[in-house]
């Protein structure tokens, strides 16, 4: 919203609101063309998205001048680019895809016979199967399987390309089986797992840092035609300053429906994307492609507190301060939740997906949010105690 008052101008520049969305202005933005001879190392451009062949990025990368042009164009294309780039047979060795498939739907079938995991951020339930931390599940069934296919050039040199150096790999396989609906159209992790309400309350350089704290990628385990639903795109959407708030508005769901983009991809093949990029798993029409992909969410070295810290311990140590300060009116309502911020845990991530699954919602209940029901609910300090035991016990692997 326009205005020529100072302090009302200045708080639209901090904050984003959802009503500030505005479809026409995003069409407008993200009406672009990817050219081609902008990214020499790329071999074509299929319906805005570049395309590379994965054994000449890696020629091209046999010096450093050569390594820095590729790094410097691979995080261009995420940036200021489409935003979203398909790198054929990433893996030429299939016999690695195949070895990791087999340990995935091990654990796959072992879910369904134990009935625990599934369940999916942003698709119903039962819709696919999913397998959380993928990553320490296959190192620890076969770890020389695990060498074989985390030993990738290309998936290290995507990483680096929009991370830098030290970046840190977790994984989560989804295999959507026939029939398996689309999911809503969405950006990613960290704030693309919040409510829209919560996403208003963090300034807007926070929605311009969130996307440059990780990468999104995704390796195909089998031939995956238009039929079988890979993933749609919406080209350069991860330049639209506001989009972390537009998923819950039809008119963009509308706008999305009619404008993504969706490509084949073959088994071997890895497409990265950022973050940002507004994209969804299409739906499986086929009668009996059980699609898999393994999910690479890479994350910046930098994305980590300098000191540890438990909070678990400061939380029961505080509780019962905090309960018997509120009941005889030493601290107000507010002030205790700012100390619940200083000490227990605010943000739902890193947890085990398994025990503590998104349930009505897209990320689990965090430790403050424990701690605040738990005043609000009058709990006794043994009740909070094994509640807050309860919970960090799930997020352990």
């Known amino acids: 919203m326009k205005t020529d008052n100072p302090t009302a101008a200045r708080s639209n520049r901090v904050w984003y609101t959802e009503a500030d969305c505005d479809i026409e202005d995003f069409a407008a933005q993200i009406a672009r063309t990817t050219n081609l001879a902008d990214y020499p190392h790329a071999k074509a451009v299929e319906k805005n998205v570049l395309i590379y062949d994965s054994a000449r990025v890696v020629d091209a990368c046999s010096t450093p001048d050569g390594r820095k042009a590729v790094l410097a164009e691979i995080c261009d294309v995420f940036m200021s680019g489409p935003g979203v780039a398909v790198f054929k047979h990433a893996y030429t060795d299939l016999s690695v895809i195949d070895r990791a498939t087999k340990v995935f739907s091990d654990i796959i079938d072992e879910q369904h016979r134990s009935k625990t995991g599934g369940g999916d951020h ?112 919406l080209p350069f959407s991860q330049q639209y300053a506001l989009g972390f708030l537009v998923s819950g508005r039809q008119e963009f769901q509308d706008y999305f429906t009619e404008h993504h983009v969706q490509l084949p991809l073959e088994k071997g093949d890895a497409v990265f994307f950022n973050p940002a990029l507004i994209h969804a798993a299409g739906t499986n029409r086929s009668k009996d492609i059980l699609r898999m992909a393994n999910l690479l969410q890479v994350s910046s070295a930098f994305g980590r507190a300098m000191e540890s810290i438990n909070r678990e311990k400061m939380s029961v140590a505080l509780y019962p301060m905090l309960k018997a300060m509120l009941a005889d009116g030493r601290i107000d309502q507010a002030s205790a939740d700012n100390a619940i911020a200083s000490s227990a845990e605010g943000y739902s991530f890193p947890t085990n997906l398994d025990r503590d699954p998104p349930l009505g919602g897209l990320a689990p209940k965090t430790q403050a949010a424990l701690f605040k029901e738990a005043l609000a609910g009058g709990w006794s300090a043994e009740e909070f105690n094994k509640a807050l035991a309860e919970q960090a016990e799930k997020k352990l692997t």
């Open 122 to 233: 942003f698709a119903k339930p039962g819709a696919n199967d999913r397998i959380w931390n993928s990553l320490e599940k296959h190192c620890l069934a076969d770890p020389e399987g695990f060498a074989l296919y985390y030993a990738n050039a290309m998936v290290a040199l995507a990483s680096e390309a929009w991370l830098g150096p030290h970046c840190q790999m977790t994984a989560q396989v989804n295999r959507v089986n026939p029939g398996g609906a689309a999911q809503r159209s969405h950006r990613d992790y960290h704030l693309g797992f919040q409510s829209p309400s919560e996403i208003e309350r963090f300034p807007s350089h926070v929605h311009h840092l969130s996307p440059v704290l990780t990468l999104q990628g995704a390796v195909a385990h089998c031939d995956m035609p238009l039929e079988s639903g890979p993933t749609l795109f």
